[in-house]
């Protein structure tokens, strides 16, 4: 029997739904109205958010500045869409099609079109410096002995861990008072070098921490005509301003660029850029303001260029216009003792266990950021063409970056399925190298990677393409090979031949630790480093 109740509210039901159908045949401004303020509420809320953050951006901005303002985030969003042909710039021009040849010419021209307006900027800079008007009797420099080293962060990078173990070295050796200032320690991957720092006692401050002020009024006006994008300058600074310190050594580009800029504002005696790569235009993270102030700051008195390698020094000069030879090179030092890399060595078949891989199957390995200089996606298109000539063959990746997603999904599929292990960030990254039968550098760009030296004072042969100073790095046909290029099969043959040839991976076990000692010992960086800073005596005290 038929429930009257539920019949009752099917009716009210119908009865709501004709009301509601009336309602759209009647008012249909009102219905069109509230759909949009549906859609506005609901959907474009982000869009919403967005526009109301340009805005209040722009509001702040003085009127006659607009038009420059707007110009410069339209040359920002085309900036950014040319990245994919970045790679392009660090290929041998033989290499290139001709079509891939004149997409080369077009971006290097394109990169070219800001250095006018940096160029303006940097003369109004010059000006005020010839005028004197930075200088403030209340705020004088009266530099105190010892080095301020700036960077980024101190994350799990190359650049990083050579700060940290030269600040260790001259710290501890007592010839100088060192001092360390990043720009962010915000999260725990900034911080990854931080407890050894603070463990040998070396200061660690972020940068423009300080009081405002401690800085000059002159030099903030100077600091207030410098186009938008170098105004952190300010917070360089700062910093410098309240440290006072005999030398600043600065890390990394843009730290490079704007720390290099306050110290010439602040007075400090001795600024020390060093370069760590390839220039900044073969990457994501090159800014149109670079060129310009780096060539404006190898102009100024007291400034000293360096690079840890040949191939990033004369790519920079190149770049920059400069001299030949005007950027000195300083090689990466290691601090590593035989009992630590043997307690590593010794460590082998822990580390495999504990990441899962068989005791005893072949290792292939990489330390590294994935991320598109490191053409991690090519990693595994070698592994997968190594795998098919070694099927037993395992491949462990070390680190973490935004392709990590796409090289698990490549690793996912059938012909390196279970065979790929994803570490992610190590604290002790030398363990897993100790692990591996050999370890593999697929880069597009680099500087002289560390992992390459890591790896043969281990004793574990380094195979790498040929990118920038990688080939610096590397005892070739001793302790490493540097492949001919970055094409797969041919670099995978060349790999298979090398994990075949066992009397071959015995001489490169014992020669790479005699090879990375003689070249790339921390005691021969730190003296390279001193000359650099104009202290040759080791003895001597900053």
Not at 86 to 107: D, F, S
Not at 387 to 414: N, S
Request: with cysteine.
């Amino acid at each position: 029997m038929e429930d009257p109740t539920a019949s009752s509210k099917g009716n009210v039901m119908l009865l709501l739904f004709r009301q509601n159908v009336a309602g759209f045949a009647v008012r249909p401004k009102a219905v069109a109205r509230a759909y949009v303020r549906a859609i506005v509420r609901k959907l474009l809320r982000p869009a919403r958010d967005l526009l109301r953050r340009v805005i209040a951006a722009v509001g702040r901005q003085p009127v006659h500045q607009l038009p420059s303002l707007a110009r410069q985030y339209a040359g920002y969003i085309a900036w950014s869409k040319i990245a994919r042909f970045r790679p392009l710039l660090a290929r041998e021009p033989a290499e290139l099609n001709l079509k891939e040849r004149i997409q080369r010419r077009l971006l290097n021209r394109y990169l070219k079109i800001p250095d006018r307006r940096y160029r303006r900027a940097m003369a109004q800079l010059d000006a005020r410096l010839k005028g004197r008007i930075l200088s403030d009797p209340r705020y004088p420099i009266a530099p105190k002995h010892g080095v301020m080293m700036m960077i980024g962060t101190l994350g799990p990078g190359g650049a990083e861990r050579q700060l940290t173990v030269l600040a260790k070295e001259l710290h501890q050796s007592g010839r100088s008072k060192v001092s360390v200032a990043c720009a962010n320690l915000s999260s725990s991957a900034s911080r990854f070098f931080l407890p050894e720092l603070e463990s040998a006692g070396i200061s660690t401050s972020v940068i423009g921490s300080e009081a405002d002020d401690v800085l000059d009024p002159a030099v903030r006006a100077a600091i207030d005509t410098l186009p938008f994008e170098l105004r952190d300058v300010c917070l360089y600074a700062k910093t410098l301003a309240a440290a006072q310190p005999d030398i600043v050594h600065l890390w990394l580009d843009e730290v490079n660029i704007k720390g290099g800029i306050a110290a010439v504002l602040t007075g400090i005696p001795t600024i020390v850029i060093s370069q760590r790569s390839l220039p900044p235009i073969n990457f994501g993270l090159h800014h149109s303001y670079m060129r310009e102030s780096y060539r404006w700051l190898a102009r100024q008195q007291g400034v000293k260029m360096i690079n840890n390698s040949a191939a990033g020094a004369r790519a920079y000069e190149t770049w920059l216009e400069l001299r030949e030879q005007s950027i000195g090179v300083v090689h990466n030092g290691y601090a590593f003792d035989e009992p630590k890399l043997a307690r590593h060595r010794a460590d082998r078949i822990e580390f495999r266990h504990r990441v899962g891989i068989p005791p005893g199957a072949l290792v292939v390995g990489a330390v590294m950021r994935l991320s598109e200089e490191k053409c991690p996606l090519l990693w595994l298109e070698i592994a997968s063409c190594v795998r098919r000539d070694l099927p037993e063959t395992r491949f462990l990746i070390v680190g973490d970056g935004p392709l990590r997603v796409a090289m698990e999904a490549r690793a996912a599929k059938q012909d390196l399925a279970g065979a790929v292990y994803f570490a992610g960030h190590l604290k002790e990254s030398m363990a897993a190298i100790a692990c591996m039968d050999l370890l593999l550098l697929t880069s597009r760009a680099e500087g002289l990677p560390n992992v390459l030296i890591e790896a043969q004072f281990l004793g574990v042969p380094a195979v790498t393409t040929p990118a920038g100073g990688a080939r610096e790095a590397v005892g070739h046909g001793k302790s490493g090979w540097v492949l001919d290029g970055c094409e797969p099969v041919s670099s995978a043959r060349q790999i298979v031949r090398l994990l075949r040839d066992e009397h071959w991976r015995e001489a490169a076990n014992r020669y790479g630790p005699e090879f990375a000692f003689a070249c790339f010992g921390v005691h021969r960086s730190v003296d390279e480093t001193l000359a650099v800073y104009g202290l040759n005596d080791r003895r001597g005290t900053i």
